[in-house]
């Protein structure tokens, strides 16, 4: 079964400084990985995928997320946190087998950022 | 907009009520997803439908009854819930069920309050 693991429920940091969201997977297969981003009130918008292509993977709003398969990781990463970057972050991973296609959640860390 | 727009954006309902929520894409996908967001918990697959017939249906109570009339439209009918059923409910689609690896589009969601 597939399943993912955020290690933190809240972050802070002060803007400008660097952001490091954690995430960790378990899958029987190659896995395929996901950061969503869910401002509040709204829905839930893609911020980067990894499908088995480059291990560094880069998304909007200049996050980044690396895929390191020795640690089972896909940390979300920023150099400097805006303001707007507060908000709640989802690692997913897509699932295999009988419910091929879906996609895992995490429980959601939630990043706040402090003038 | 994300191209998934779901209706109405917010709900407050009675146990004895009967209503429903609408979600709409024209992204001509041909999977689409109802999902529950509650406070704390992981997002939570409630329903897939894959060319307009249900695929999946993990265990919802038979309070909550979809219909997908056509692939651009997807239902959730409501009747007789209960307050723990207050949650966010979010739409997604995409290109199709197979293909979950390129991620999903969501709507904003619809804020259900039972009172």
């Known amino acids: 079964a597939q399943s993912v693991t955020q290690l933190d429920s809240h972050v802070s940091v002060s803007e400008g400084t660097p952001v490091l969201l954690r995430c960790n997977y378990s899958s029987s297969y190659s896995p395929s990985l996901f950061w969503y981003v869910q401002h509040p009130n709204k829905g839930l918008q893609l911020l980067l995928k990894?499908?088995?292509?480059?291990?560094l993977v880069k998304g909007i709003n200049g996050f980044e997320a690396e895929f390191k398969k020795s640690e089972t990781s896909f940390h979300l990463t920023k150099p400097s946190a805006h303001m707007s970057d507060a908000a709640e972050y989802f690692c997913v991973v897509r699932a295999y087998g009988g419910s091929q296609g879906n996609l895992i959640f995490g429980k959601g860390t939630k990043l706040s950022v402090k003038p | 907009e994300t191209g998934v727009t779901q209706t109405p954006r917010h709900l407050v309902m009675g146990m004895t009520n009967k209503k429903s929520l609408k979600c709409e894409q024209h992204?001509?996908?041909?999977?689409m997803y109802w999902y529950k967001q509650s406070a704390k918990k992981p997002l939570e697959l409630m329903f897939v439908y894959s060319l307009e017939e249900r695929v999946e249906n993990n265990s919802v109570p038979s309070r909550f009854s979809p219909e997908c009339p056509n692939s651009s439209h997807l239902f959730l009918h409501l009747h007789t819930l209960q307050p723990e059923d207050s949650a966010l409910y979010l739409c997604?689609?995409?290109?199709?069920?197979?293909?979950?690896?390129?991620?999903?589009?969501f709507g904003s969601g619809t804020r259900l309050t039972v009172v």
């Open positions: 990894y499908t088995s292509a480059a291990t």
């Open positions: 992204l001509g996908h041909n999977a």
């Open positions: 997604a689609s995409s290109q199709d069920r197979a293909q979950g690896a390129v991620g999903y589009t």
